[in-house]
C-alpha cells in the first residue's frame, strides 16, 4: 500500500469558477503532493468578471464539519481564506484554540481583486484578536497589511513597519506580498531565536490576464510546503515560484480576469528516454 502523503485542510469560500476559493485550493494541494480536505465558509456567485453575492454557511454546519474532518484523519497543516462573517470568523477561531493543529496559514482576505468586499467589521476583528496570534504565519497584501495597521504600505520599507505592527498585534511571522508593486517585491519577517529576522523576494512583472486566485494560491501553496517539512523561508520562495510559473502557463477562461494553471506540472511533457537507454540489454 501506499505511503499516504500529508493531509491540508483548507478553510475558504467557494468560487464557481474555480480561480480561488476551496476549489482552487485542492488544485494547488494535488500538484504539491498533498492530500486536500476542505470546509466551505461561503457560497458565492461569481465568474472571472467579478463576485456578485456572497452568503455565509450556517456556522453550526462549519464546527460540525471541521470536528468531524479533525476526528478522521491527522492534518498536517490548514490554509485561511475567505471567511465572509464575524460568526464564522468566531467559529475558526474556536476550532483552531482547541484544534492547535499545525502549520496554520491565513491569508487575511478583506475584498476580491474586483473590489466586492468579503468580510465585515466583525470578521476583522476577529481576525486581528484571534486567527492572527493563532496562525504560523499570514500571507497578507499590501492593502490587507494597510487595513489592518492603519497606515499606507506602498513600499518596502512600509512593509518592514506594517511587519513590525502585525508582529506587535501576535503575529509570529508574516508574508507581506507586493505583487501589485511597480517592482513586485514580498516581504517575509519572522521570528526566531535571534529576534526578528527579514527576507525579501523580488521578481519580474507578468503582463497577464491570468491572475484570479494568486494570493490563496500562493498561501496554500506555502501550507503545502510547511506540511511537508520545509523551513518557512524555503515554503515562502517555492510558492512564489510556482505562482510565477502557474500563471506563466495559464490559458485564457472567461471573459473577466482568468485562473491561474494550478496543474500546469502535471501536463508538462516528460523527457523521452533514447532507445538504447530504454532497451535493457543493449
Same mark, same amino acid.
Given at each position: ?30 500538484? /504539491? ?114 487595513? +489592518? ?17 502585525? /508582529? ?43 491572475? /484570479?486566485?494568486?494570493?490563496?494560491? +500562493? ?35 472567461? /471573459? ?9 506540472? +502535471? ?16
Amino acid at each position: 500500500m501506499a505511503e499516504a502523503p500529508p493531509v491540508v485542510l483548507t478553510i475558504a469560500g467557494f468560487d464557481p469558477s474555480s480561480g480561488a476559493g476551496v476549489t482552487a485550493d485542492i488544485k494547488t494541494i494535488a500538484a /504539491h503532493g498533498c492530500y486536500g480536505v476542505s470546509c466551505i465558509t461561503a457560497l458565492t456567485v461569481q465568474s472571472t468578471a467579478g463576485v456578485r453575492r456572497v452568503e455565509p454557511v450556517d456556522p453550526g454546519l462549519l464546527k460540525s464539519s471541521l470536528r468531524e474532518l479533525a476526528d478522521d484523519v491527522e492534518i498536517a497543516a490548514v490554509h485561511l481564506g475567505m471567511l465572509g462573517s464575524e460568526s464564522i470568523a468566531k467559529t475558526v477561531a474556536d476550532f483552531l484554540a482547541r484544534a492547535r493543529l499545525p502549520n496554520v496559514v491565513l491569508d487575511p482576505i478583506i475584498s476580491s481583486s474586483s473590489g466586492a468586499a468579503l468580510v465585515d467589521a466583525g470578521s476583522l476583528k476577529v481576525m486581528a484578536e484571534r486567527l492572527i496570534p493563532l496562525a504560523t504565519v499570514i500571507t497578507p497584501n499590501v492593502d490587507e497589511a494597510a487595513a +489592518f495597521c492603519g497606515q499606507e504600505v506602498s513600499d518596502v520599507e512600509e512593509m518592514r513597519a506594517a511587519a513590525a505592527k502585525l /508582529h506587535a498585534m501576535g503575529a509570529k511571522a508574516v508574508v507581506v506580498t507586493g505583487g501589485h508593486l511597480e517592482r513586485p517585491t514580498d516581504l517575509l519577517s519572522f521570528t526566531s531565536s535571534k529576534g526578528i529576522e527579514q527576507q525579501t523576494y523580488k521578481s519580474r512583472k507578468q503582463v497577464s490576464s491570468s491572475t /484570479h486566485g494568486t494570493g490563496c494560491a +500562493f498561501s496554500t501553496a506555502i501550507a503545502c510546503h510547511l506540511a511537508h517539512g520545509r523551513a518557512l523561508p524555503e515554503a515562502v520562495l517555492l510558492a512564489k515560484s510556482y505562482v510565477s510559473a502557474a500563471i506563466a502557463h495559464a490559458y485564457p477562461i472567461g /471573459h473577466g480576469a482568468g485562473p491561474l494553471h494550478h496543474l500546469y506540472r +502535471f501536463h508538462q511533457k516528460r523527457p523521452v528516454a533514447r532507445r538504447h537507454e530504454a532497451e535493457s540489454g543493449r
